[in-house]
Each structure stands twice: as structure tokens, then as C-alpha cells.
């Protein structure tokens, strides 16, 4: 799969998880399914927000139709795209930006090439 580079390269699914992520400032999303390289996500995934006191809310202000992705942005879809089926167990969210994740890959076995990924 390509790595996307603008929101018109998004798929709907992806456009949707930009928002949320946005919206939800930090914290992490939990148990993220991924199927044929793309994020499930119906039923809505595990929101966990981190809070801080005495700074200001985070705004969530929504993206431009026709603007590059953040550098963040591309390089979370292009691994989630390369993915046949698994699981994000787990995916930290910065100033509203995927940060880190750990991602469980179904049918992989130590030291062999994981399915879903081309070497």
C-alpha cells in the first residue's frame, strides 16, 4: 500500500481516526482492530484521555480538506496499511498526533518476514 501524503489520500476510515485523535489531544486508543490494511472502527475504539490540570483544553480544531499530513500522520497509516490483520494494542496520541503504538500482527512467528509486510 502507498503512504498517503495529503487528507484527499486519506480513506474515510482514516479521515475519521485523524478527527478523533485530534479531538482527543493525549491520552491513547486501545484494541484497535486493522483489517486489510485498514483501521475498524465499528464499533468505536477505547479512548483513554490524559488529563492535565491547569493548562488549557485542547481544542481539537479540525484539519484542511487539501493539506499535507504531519509527518506522524503518514508514516501511523502507512504501517497500518501494510498490515493484513491485527491489532493496535495499544496507540499514544501527542498535541492530537499518533506518537507510539504497539501492534500485534496475527500469523507472525519470531524471526520469519511478518505477513502483510513485503521485505
Not at 45 to 65: L, Y
Not at 69 to 83: D, G, I, S, T, Y
Amino acid at each position: 500500500m502507498t503512504r498517503p501524503a495529503t487528507v484527499p489520500d486519506l480513506f474515510p476510515s482514516e479521515a475519521a481516526f485523524v478527527s478523533a485523535m485530534r479531538q482527543l489531544g493525549f491520552g491513547r486508543f486501545e484494541y484497535l482492530q486493522i483489517r486489510n490494511g485498514e483501521l475498524v472502527l465499528s464499533p468505536s475504539p477505547s479512548a483513554v484521555r490524559d488529563i492535565k490540570f491547569a493548562t488549557p483544553p485542547n481544542t481539537g480544531k479540525p484539519f484542511e480538506p487539501n493539506t499535507e499530513l504531519r509527518p506522524q500522520v503518514a508514516e501511523f497509516f502507512a504501517h497500518v496499511r501494510n498490515v493484513d490483520a491485527g491489532e493496535i494494542r495499544e496507540l499514544e496520541v501527542r498535541h492530537g498526533l499518533p506518537f507510539s503504538m504497539q501492534v500485534e500482527v496475527a500469523g507472525t512467528v519470531p524471526g520469519t518476514p511478518q505477513e502483510g509486510h513485503r521485505a
